[in-house]
């Protein structure tokens, strides 16, 4: 079966980190860039990083550069988002994308839940 | 990064026809040919319905179409249904960029 599986959300306080976790599975791997995006209690999707299928670009958004780095391991087929130096506003719905060409996403996980709380 | 702008809400009754703009600037829409639209339902994954300005993914209804002049994309959905009530997000690559807009809440009447 063709899909991508989101993990690794929870509760977290603020300063803290966390490292969210894609499995891919029923396609190749290695063949698709990949994305985060993010969408917060009652606010729109955030675009949040991208990684190139063969790892050799990787683009963030101003709000989490510095902070996240998006990484991959094809060995495994898992996409991974690592988030240190959590904020409150951090907090929200995390889904992995598979990109199929030029930033479109075909293939989206359901999600999983980051809330950064004291 | 500003976000590509969208109307916050659109609306029409079954079997009209609606469309949504986005509006970017030279540097990403006015710059790209890679001009996609996702549809959101409340507690669902993301689900792309247009790539490349124009095309359709298999399994989209022709329904929903694209295009782009200058620095505004579109997204038409024609013979609305109940269920393209969601919350469409138009999303532009430029310079290996990603710009998403604010998203538009189409209701359907």
């Known amino acids: 079966q063709v899909q991508v599986v989101e993990s690794g959300g929870g509760v977290v306080q603020p300063g803290r980190s966390l490292r969210l976790s894609c499995a891919a599975s029923?396609?190749?791997?290695?063949?698709?860039?990949f994305h985060w995006v993010r969408q917060a209690p009652g606010k729109g999707l955030e675009w949040m990083a991208l990684i190139w299928y063969d790892g050799s670009i990787k683009k963030y958004a101003d709000s989490v550069k510095g902070r996240f780095t998006i990484s991959r391991d094809d060995s495994r087929s898992t996409l991974y988002l690592q988030m240190n130096s959590l904020r409150v506003e951090d907090t929200a719905v995390y889904y992995c994308?598979?990109?199929?060409?030029?930033?479109?996403?075909?293939?989206w996980g359901q999600g999983t839940l980051v809330t950064v709380s004291s | 990064q500003s976000a590509l702008a969208q109307p916050p809400s659109a609306s029409g009754s079954p079997g009209q026809s609606v469309t949504i703009s986005c509006t970017g600037t030279n540097s990403d829409i006015g710059a790209s040919d890679y001009v996609s639209w996702y549809q959101l339902h409340p507690g669902k994954a993301p689900k792309l319905v247009i790539y490349e300005v124009n095309k359709r993914p298999s399994g989209v209804p022709d329904r929903f179409s694209g295009s782009k002049s200058g620095n505004t994309a579109s997204l038409t959905v024609s013979g609305l249904q109940a269920e393209d009530e969601a919350v469409y997000y138009c999303n532009s690559f430029a310079a290996q960029w990603v710009i998403l807009g604010g998203g538009t809440k189409l209701t359907v009447l």
């Open positions: 994308g598979r990109d199929i060409g030029f930033g479109s996403c075909d293939l």
């Open positions: 029923g396609f190749r791997f290695n063949s698709h860039g």
